[in-house]
């Protein structure tokens, strides 16, 4: 079993359509992250959470340090929200999960 | 100020052949971490330098190394290329161990 699981793998959604994406981890972390990957490959790190939940425009990053879970939300999802997105758990290195392949149709 | 900046893009080698990898972090970053990204086995951690020491490796062979400069530039280096090797290589920089990591566009690399 992966240390950290991602889910879905993949992900269709329609223009506008509130998006979910999970991620447990079975490691103990001192931060969750969420990354984004376009086609191409570069990387952009989109949250680091320890706890709570954290907002930046129409993404939303939730941690559950007890239960072991994370979600990266995306509210009114568009066609330029296309890409993988990536959790890895901190230990004392980045551990990744799989991603999500997100498509989204106008 | 400028990004994480990693060269070359793409590289094309044989197998056998050994390879060396750059990384320049943003300025202010001491701290450097290595990724192979591969269709199989996705993002694996390769090492992490700080202050030119390695701090922190992953699971493999000694063909991989790396190391850091005084600048906090780091090179990576794989001897013996293996068709397995071919990959993106990111490399990501933080202030230090533990904070936000900013990634590198990647180096693409194929064996052939």
């Known amino acids: 079993k992966n240390e950290v699981e991602q889910s879905p793998q993949n992900l269709t959604a329609q223009e506008g359509e509130f998006i979910t994406i999970n991620c447990s981890y079975s490691?103990?972390?001192?931060?969750l992250h969420w990354l984004q990957q376009h086609p191409g490959g570069g990387i952009v790190s989109l949250f680091m959470?320890?706890?709570g939940k954290k907002k930046h425009g129409r993404l939303i990053a939730t941690i559950n340090i007890q239960e072991k879970h994370s979600s990266l939300h995306i509210t009114a999802s568009h066609p330029r929200d296309s890409a993988v997105y990536i959790c890895?758990?901190?230990?004392?290195?980045?551990?990744f999960g799989t991603g999500t392949r997100l498509q989204v149709f106008p | 100020k400028a990004g994480v900046t990693q060269t070359p893009r793409y590289l094309i080698k044989t197998r056998g052949q050994q390879v060396t990898l750059s990384c320049s972090p943003i300025?202010?970053?001491?701290?450097v971490s290595w990724y192979q990204q591969t269709p199989g086995q996705g993002l694996q951690f390769l090492f992490e330098?700080?202050?030119?020491?390695?701090?922190n490796k992953g699971n493999f062979p000694g063909r991989f190394s790396g190391r850091q400069f005084s600048n906090s530039r780091s090179e990576m280096n794989v001897s013996t290329l293996e068709l397995g090797d071919s990959a993106l290589y990111l490399c990501?920089?933080?202030?230090?161990?533990?904070?936000?990591?900013?990634f590198g566009q990647g180096t693409r690399l194929t064996v052939v």
């Open positions: 990501a920089s933080s202030s230090m161990t533990g904070t936000e990591a900013f």
């Open positions: 490691v103990g972390i001192s931060a």
């Open positions: 959470l320890s706890s």
């Open positions: 890895a758990a901190d230990t004392d290195k980045l551990i």
């Open positions: 300025s202010g970053h001491r701290s």
């Open positions: 330098y700080f202050s030119e020491t390695q701090r």
